[in-house]
Every structure is written in C-alpha cells, then in structure tokens.
C-alpha cells in the first residue's frame, strides 16, 4: 500500500522515497505526495526522479505513475517526487470551495442532486439535477460560500476509516463530508470566487467557481 502523504500533509511539495514496484513504464513508491485523479479532483503535476509524471491512478490503495518509457527506475531506487505547488494550491481551494457550494446546495434547494463534478486548476464545476435555472440561487450560494471563507476556521481532515482509507472535512458547525481529497488547514484560503450557470441539457444544470485574482475587482 503507497503511503499518502499528501494526506497528512497537503502543503508539502518534495519527498525523498524509494521506488516499490516497476511495471514497464508504470511505477508504484513507497510513499507519496503525488495525488491521482479521484472524486473529480485532478491529479497532480510534477516529476518522480526527475522524469515528468504523464498519468497518475488509483490501483487499489496503491498509485500507479506512468513515467517515459526510457525513465530507467527499478525497484529500490532512491527518488525525490516534486509537484507543481501553484497547481496544487488552486485545485485545493476550488476543491474546497465546490464541496461548501455543494453543501449549500444540499441545504437550500430541496431535491437537488449532484450528478457530476470536476475539479481543474483554472475552474470547478459541479453538475446538477435541477429543473429550472439555478441562477436566481446563484446569490444565496455565493453569500454562504462568502460567509464560510470570511469567517476563516479550521478545516479538519483526518480518517473516519483508517483500514478502508476512508477519510472526511469538517468544518465546526457547518458540515462533515466524505472525502478523500486534498484539504485546505483553513477555510480563509479559498479567497475570493466567482459563481456562474451553465446549461447543459434539460432538467441539468451547472455551476461553475473560478477563482477571483488578488486585485482584481
């Protein structure tokens, strides 16, 4: 099993492991900080040993990373896994912020249900099942998303299940959800986002968050 350091600490941006199993152009580590595609968030960007990461994916609880072909690992080897920070960073407020839109969602709009999210480094989007325009609800999601980064609190992120690597948020006094991702310490990260409709066919209905850039208006 890959021990997921990007659990217990997100912030970290290189790790010194070793090379646990080589399948061709696919290798698995010891531990990482690498996270592979899950639950609509994007996998990572970086380098394991220097050679560019070209796909991550779960395989049980292990990570499979396909390296170039030439990347000349075997097992054993000694790496340092590197991830693109500023990526990260981002996928880790828009992360946050789609699961609190989410929430709000959930809690003021009776019968909603969510039937797809992605989690990019430019945007996230979450699909609904929703008959009529979400967009005069735009306002009271964006207020309570406003609120919840405004008020700065603690985010918790630890396991509800260890041996099932099942893990969950929480924010006092607002929600707990499942949750395997990448967590923010604290809800004042997030800043300041845009919310926005899209249709994408009858009876569904979008919302893309985008993050707001510092000085911009």
């Not at 946050?96 to 969602?105: C, G, K, M, R």
């Not at 999210?117 to 309570?144: N, V, Y």
């Amino acid at each position: 099993m890959t021990k997921k350091i990007f659990w217990t600490d997100p912030y970290l941006t290189q790790l010194e492991t070793r090379v646990a199993s080589v399948t061709g152009a696919e290798v698995a580590l010891e531990a990482t900080i690498f996270y592979a595609l899950s639950g609509g968030q994007e996998s990572d960007a970086g380098t394991i040993g220097g050679k560019p990461v070209l796909e991550a994916r779960k395989s049980g609880t292990d990570i499979l990373y396909r390296l170039p072909d030439d990347h000349g690992l075997t097992v054993g080897d000694a790496v340092t896994v590197a991830i693109d920070w500023e990526r990260r960073y981002r996928l880790m407020r828009l992360h946050f912020a789609a699961e609190v839109v989410l929430e709000l969602a959930y809690k003021h709009l009776v019968g909603i249900q969510k039937i797809g999210a992605h989690i990019a480094a430019d945007k996230a989007r979450i699909d609904f099942e929703w008959a009529t325009p979400i967009t005069p609800s735009l306002p009271l999601l964006g207020e309570g998303l406003r609120r919840i980064v405004e008020s700065d609190q603690p985010i918790v992120s630890a396991f509800s299940d260890e041996a099932a690597q099942r893990r969950y948020w929480e924010v006092s006094g607002f929600a707990r959800v499942p949750c395997g991702g990448t967590h923010l310490k604290r809800t004042g990260e997030v800043g300041a986002v845009t919310l926005k409709r899209r249709n994408v066919g009858k009876g569904k209905e979008r919302v893309e968050i985008v993050l707001v850039a510092q000085g911009s208006s």
